[in-house]
């Protein structure tokens, strides 16, 4: 039987090898043949000669005022020209060696002709006639165009496409349920996917991405909507029935007073604990706003229930980094702490897990490591994520087999727009804190060129002379590695040289062992070294408030909440601070960067600038943040559907047993597929 799961091999003309041309696509199944949409369309759209640019390739429509003429020239090369007219301008088209096209060309006739436009003659050399009198050949006017690689030409690629959807569409099923389908006047899901890749106009073009873009966030929506169900019946969460006198007595001998957004999130997260339901809690604010302490108050809230906590991040120096200030902040409690990472010893891996499992430790810090197999918590009861943006389904599986079905409070300092952070974590809930500690200077953001290096340097040992220190921070990008460590290295010689011998400089890099990094860092905190050169980005989670200049070489290799986070590294004490982003944008989109930089330091004015600009993909971190990836809908582009399709999916799961319902029965049956291939997870 015919299935859409059929393999590509079995469309007439696909051998061997156009399956393995295919497949370097990720084409494997008819299914993900029909459902490789084209990015864009070749514009075939009708234009006005003045808004058409030099060379452009363009479809003019017009009136035919000359006989078609061929004259044969060289050998058998031939040439076809005639004019239309367009309103008053009159335009030469010529056709080389396609004289057979004469027969088309009818004076006072209408025709539609591609071609290439050449400003300076008011000439098109034509390619194709599109259509001529009554004749439409509208299809064409909309080709589809996909993204290829080396192996599969566009054509190819179109002839395939064309076979599986004359062959296959009639078993595409529609499983929106058709009180949507009503209600929102969407396509039939068999049009809209042919529409998709071969539309008679744009409008139906449009037509079909607006029901496709719905239908996989729906699809998305109503996954998270399962998971929520799943976690809030099934699971129980825990109840964490802390000692509110010992809490509000830990809390009174912090070195300051909480501030009152700080206060209303610890309540907020406290609640969450007490209560029986599984806490899934988001707690945003902006860098220095003063997370770490609420880490600090919750888990010793955790402890003194008896629980254990986790606290995960990242990467290992920020693991190391959350592990000095708890130890700080708990050193006159008798909270037990340890850190985790990959780069722990054998030797004390095994104690560490020794004592998660029998109690003899309250907290845990480290890195993924800490939900892996082989790490077994005695009672654990609070997991506190920091910017890891999204716990996949995976990890939260991983997090209930480890028993008691932990509280998760996840901590991030990208200021995420509520809305989207609602819609794409699912049905998470959502603490701000809003305001900074009292007695912040705004920081002050410049931008300079390199050439202006000399003069950056000479201020900043003004700086420097009157006590204060410096960060240098040099992009590090993966596939060049050692490259930009060679640069790091390089400016860290040259810095050497610049303040010598009044400053030390010291050099942080990811190729160090955590010992060397650390040591590094406690000589930068204690003012032994005054100018840090680091490679590290997010990962300076290091709190020097004696540090008062933020120098970011390249700075238009970061986006704008890397540079954002860098910025909040400074400006922590009471002096006033600067960051300085040293670059040379090649590009609009980094000039506009450096700019917004200068002109505000509001976290969220900030995101929303940058979710503006580059696309939630690359805001998130890129793919490893778990924010999913969506086949034609865009997270920032089309949010009105993402939260219509939110909004559906909860009406849905609203509704007692809608699983048995007849009326979603193809829905039902979709979300057992998507929940198997583990879609979104
Ligand atoms: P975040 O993790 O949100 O970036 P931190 O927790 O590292 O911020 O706090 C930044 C700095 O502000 C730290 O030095 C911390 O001790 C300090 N801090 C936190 N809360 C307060 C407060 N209420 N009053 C004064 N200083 C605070
Ligand atoms: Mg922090």
Same mark, same amino acid.
């Given at each position: 039987?015919?299935?859409?799961? @059929?393999?590509?091999?079995?469309?007439?003309?696909?051998?061997?090898?156009?399956?393995?041309?295919?497949?370097?696509?990720?084409?494997?199944?008819?299914?993900?043949?029909?459902?490789?949409?084209?990015?864009?369309?070749?514009?075939?759209?009708?234009?006005?000669?003045?808004?058409?640019?030099?060379?452009?390739?363009?479809?003019?429509?017009?009136?035919?005022?000359?006989?078609?003429?061929?004259?044969?020239?060289?050998?058998?090369?031939?040439?076809?020209?005639?004019?239309?007219?367009?309103?008053?301008?009159?335009?030469?088209?010529?056709?080389?060696?396609?004289?057979?096209?004469?027969?088309?060309?009818?004076?006072?006739?209408?025709?539609?002709?591609?071609?290439?436009?050449?400003?300076?003659?008011?000439?098109?050399? /034509?390619?194709?006639?599109?259509?001529?009198?009554?004749?439409?050949?509208?299809?064409?006017?909309?080709?589809?165009?996909?993204?290829?690689?080396?192996?599969?030409?566009?054509?190819?690629?179109?002839?395939?496409?064309?076979? /599986?959807?004359?062959?296959?569409?009639?078993?595409?099923?529609?499983?929106?349920?058709?009180?949507?389908?009503?209600?929102?006047?969407?396509?039939?899901?068999?049009?809209?996917?042919?529409?998709?890749?071969?539309?008679?106009?744009?409008?139906?073009?449009?037509? $079909?991405?607006?029901?496709?873009?719905?239908?996989?966030?729906?699809?998305?929506?109503?996954?998270?909507?399962?998971?929520?169900?799943?976690?809030?019946?099934?699971?129980?969460?825990?109840?964490?029935?802390?000692?509110? $006198?010992? #809490?509000?007595?830990?809390?009174?001998?912090?070195?300051?007073?909480?501030?009152?957004?700080?206060?209303?999130?610890?309540?907020?997260?406290?609640?969450?604990?007490?209560?029986?339901?599984?806490?899934?809690?988001?707690?945003? /604010?902006?860098?220095?706003?003063?997370?770490?302490?609420?880490?600090?108050?919750?888990?010793?809230?955790?402890?003194?229930?008896?629980?254990?906590?986790?606290?995960?991040?990242?990467?290992?120096?920020?693991?190391?980094?959350?592990?000095?200030?708890?130890?700080?902040?708990?050193?006159?409690?008798?909270?037990?702490?340890?850190? #985790?990472? /990959?780069?722990?010893?054998?030797?004390?891996?095994?104690?560490?897990?020794?004592?998660?499992?029998?109690?003899?430790?309250?907290?845990?810090?480290?890195?993924?490591? #800490?939900?892996?197999?082989?790490?077994?918590?005695?009672? &654990?009861?609070?997991?506190?994520?920091?910017?890891?943006?999204?716990?996949?389904?995976?990890?939260?599986?991983?997090?209930?087999?480890?028993?008691?079905?932990?509280?998760?409070?996840?901590?991030?300092?990208?200021?995420?727009?509520?809305?989207?952070?609602?819609?794409?974590?699912?049905?998470?809930?959502?603490?701000?804190?809003?305001?900074?500690?009292?007695?912040?200077?705004?920081?002050?953001?410049?931008?300079?060129?390199?050439?202006? &290096?000399?003069?950056?340097?000479?201020?900043?040992?003004?700086?420097?002379?009157?006590?204060?220190?410096?960060?240098?921070?040099?992009?590090?990008?993966?596939?060049?590695?050692?490259?930009?460590?060679?640069?790091?290295?390089?400016?860290?010689?040259?810095?050497?040289?610049?303040?010598?011998?009044?400053?030390?400089?010291?050099?942080?890099?990811?190729?160090?062992?955590?010992?060397?990094?650390?040591?590094?860092?406690?000589?930068?905190?204690?003012?032994?070294?005054?100018?840090?050169?680091?490679?590290?980005?997010?990962?300076?989670?290091?709190?020097?408030?004696?540090?008062?200049?933020?120098?970011?070489?390249?700075?238009?290799?970061?986006?704008?909440?890397? &540079?954002?986070?860098?910025?909040?590294?400074?400006?922590?004490?009471?002096?006033?601070?600067?960051?300085?982003?040293?670059?040379?944008?090649?590009?609009?989109?980094?000039?506009?960067?450096?700019?917004?930089?200068?002109?505000?330091?509001?976290?969220?004015?900030?995101?929303?600038?940058?979710?503006?600009?580059?696309?939630?993909?690359?805001?998130?971190?890129?793919?490893?943040?778990?924010?999913?990836?969506?086949?034609?809908?865009?997270?920032?582009?089309?949010? @009105?559907?993402?939260?219509?399709?939110?909004?559906?999916?909860?009406?849905?799961?609203?509704?007692?047993?809608?699983?048995?319902?007849?009326?979603?029965?193809?829905?039902?049956?979709?979300?057992?597929?998507?929940?198997?291939?583990?879609?979104?997870?």
């Amino acid at each position: 039987m015919k299935s859409l799961n @059929d393999g590509v091999a079995v469309l007439a003309g696909v051998g061997p090898k156009k399956v393995e041309q295919l497949m370097s696509l990720g084409i494997e199944t008819i299914e993900e043949l029909i459902m490789y949409f084209p990015f864009r369309y070749n514009d075939f759209q009708l234009r006005q000669i003045e808004d058409i640019a030099d060379q452009e390739k363009v479809v003019l429509k017009g009136t035919v005022v000359t006989e078609a003429v061929v004259s044969h020239f060289g050998y058998k090369k031939n040439r076809l020209m005639f004019n239309i007219r367009q309103e008053h301008v009159v335009v030469k088209v010529t056709f080389f060696n396609q004289h057979f096209l004469q027969k088309q060309v009818h004076m006072g006739e209408e025709i539609s002709v591609y071609g290439k436009w050449d400003s300076k003659r008011q000439s098109l050399m /034509g390619i194709k006639i599109l259509s001529s009198g009554a004749k439409e050949q509208s299809v064409d006017e909309f080709a589809p165009i996909y993204h290829v690689n080396k192996q599969v030409r566009q054509q190819t690629l179109v002839d395939i496409i064309a076979k /599986g959807i004359e062959a296959y569409l009639p078993l595409v099923e529609d499983w929106l349920p058709d009180e949507l389908v009503e209600k929102y006047h969407f396509l039939d899901r068999q049009t809209a996917v042919k529409a998709m890749h071969f539309p008679q106009t744009m409008t139906e073009n449009q037509e $079909a991405r607006r029901r496709m873009v719905f239908e996989e966030f729906f699809e998305f929506q109503m996954r998270m909507q399962q998971l929520k169900h799943q976690e809030k019946t099934t699971d129980m969460g825990t109840e964490i029935l802390y000692d509110n $006198a010992r #809490l509000k007595t830990f809390i009174e001998t912090l070195p300051f007073e909480l501030t009152s957004a700080q206060k209303r999130v610890t309540n907020e997260i406290c609640r969450d604990m007490r209560s029986s339901l599984h806490m899934h809690r988001l707690l945003q /604010g902006d860098v220095g706003s003063g997370k770490t302490v609420i880490a600090a108050i919750v888990l010793y809230a955790a402890v003194t229930a008896g629980f254990q906590g986790a606290m995960m991040v990242p990467t290992e120096i920020l693991a190391e980094q959350h592990f000095l200030s708890l130890t700080e902040l708990f050193k006159d409690t008798d909270v037990r702490v340890a850190l #985790l990472t /990959g780069s722990t010893k054998a030797k004390e891996k095994r104690e560490i897990l020794a004592q998660l499992a029998n109690h003899e430790l309250d907290i845990i810090v480290g890195t993924h490591a #800490l939900i892996q197999d082989g790490v077994d918590y005695h009672h &654990l009861g609070l997991v506190i994520t920091d910017e890891q943006h999204r716990f996949g389904v995976k990890q939260r599986q991983a997090l209930r087999e480890k028993g008691n079905h932990p509280d998760v409070l996840f901590m991030t300092a990208t200021p995420i727009p509520r809305t989207l952070a609602i819609t794409a974590y699912g049905e998470m809930d959502v603490s701000v804190i809003d305001e900074l500690p009292a007695g912040r200077i705004p920081i002050t953001t410049r931008w300079v060129k390199p050439q202006q &290096l000399k003069t950056v340097l000479d201020w900043s040992a003004k700086e420097l002379r009157q006590g204060h220190q410096v960060y240098v921070i040099c992009p590090l990008i993966e596939e060049s590695e050692s490259l930009d460590l060679k640069n790091a290295t390089e400016l860290y010689d040259t810095l050497r040289d610049y303040y010598a011998p009044d400053f030390e400089v010291g050099l942080l890099h990811g190729k160090m062992k955590p010992a060397e990094k650390d040591d590094i860092m406690t000589k930068f905190k204690d003012n032994e070294l005054q100018i840090l050169v680091s490679t590290t980005v997010i990962e300076v989670g290091v709190n020097v408030p004696n540090a008062t200049i933020m120098m970011i070489m390249d700075a238009e290799r970061f986006g704008l909440a890397q &540079l954002h986070q860098l910025r909040g590294r400074v400006g922590r004490g009471s002096e006033a601070s600067y960051c300085i982003l040293v670059s040379n944008p090649k590009n609009d989109t980094g000039i506009e960067r450096m700019k917004i930089m200068t002109e505000t330091t509001d976290g969220f004015v900030l995101s929303q600038k940058d979710l503006e600009m580059r696309g939630p993909g690359e805001f998130f971190g890129a793919r490893q943040s778990g924010i999913p990836q969506f086949n034609v809908g865009d997270m920032v582009v089309d949010f @009105d559907i993402l939260e219509t399709a939110r909004q559906e999916a909860s009406n849905i799961w609203e509704q007692y047993e809608w699983q048995i319902k007849a009326a979603y029965q193809l829905l039902a049956q979709r979300m057992v597929e998507v929940e198997q291939t583990g879609k979104f997870d």
